[in-house]
């Protein structure tokens, strides 16, 4: 076999190890978005069962990411990719520990559905279900923008990041009212108060991906929280 149809032969095959990385990834990713939306559900219908099973599904978060990193290892060992297809499993390998984050934080969310139980919630929530919406549209535009390789899509990620900023305001600023006005309200307040810093940082994770995406096609370092 010539020089040239060895390196077509490796390339073939790191194409097709990346394709069933990128297929694993997105699993982990529609598994990350179903536990936001899922641990907010249960949050605001104080749904206990529902929360054990956000908790529970954390763990299968936790083994894909593990499996996709020792593959990103073991692509990187066997097929020696070189300039982009390197960045392209790097990236990859960033993508993964982000994504475990917010399922961490989505579980997080879950337990203090939990802790609050027995409570009445202290006010209709209607900004925590925005952020986590926008949240959810952000981890899905990053990897789509990964697996397409699409700079703008990217961008739109940074640009939704600012949205849930100020969101994130908002509820800081109700909440604090809320407590000031009723000390009673404190307890509670405060954890509804992390369960929005905490979906503020799912989407920073989110943001965290897109700027590798735009790395990987352009070879620059741009951030987009600017």
């Not at 069962?49 to 990193?69: C, P, T």
């Not at 073991?74 to 475990?100: S, W």
């Not at 800081?172 to 000031?180: G, H």
Request: proline share 2%.
């Amino acid at each position: 076999m010539s020089s040239s149809e060895h390196a077509t032969e490796r390339k073939v095959v790191f194409e097709e190890k990346m394709k069933h990385l990128e297929e694993k990834l997105q699993q982990m990713g529609s598994l990350v978005e179903d536990s936001i939306a899922r641990c907010i559900d249960a949050l605001k219908n104080q749904g206990l069962d529902l929360a054990r099973e956000v908790i529970k599904g954390d763990d299968i978060i936790d083994d894909l990411e593990q499996e996709i990193e020792e593959k990103c290892l073991e692509v990187i060992a066997t097929q020696q990719p070189m300039a982009k297809d390197l960045r392209r499993v790097a990236t990859l390998f960033k993508m993964v520990n982000d994504l475990e984050r917010m399922g961490d934080y989505a579980t997080s969310i879950a337990k203090i559905t939990l802790r609050i139980a027995d409570e009445p919630l202290i006010k209709p929530l209607v900004d925590i279900p925005r952020m986590a919406v926008l949240s959810q549209k952000m981890v899905k535009h990053s990897l789509d923008a990964y697996v397409r390789e699409d700079v703008e899509l990217a961008v739109a990620v940074g640009r939704d990041d600012d949205q849930v900023d100020k969101l994130f305001g908002q509820i800081f600023r109700e909440l604090l009212t809320i407590m000031m006005e009723n000390p009673k309200t404190i307890t509670q307040a405060t954890h509804l108060l992390f369960v929005g810093r905490w979906l503020e940082r799912i989407s920073d994770h989110a943001t965290n991906i897109a700027e590798e995406v735009i790395f990987l096609v352009t070879g620059e370092k741009r951030n987009l929280n600017d």
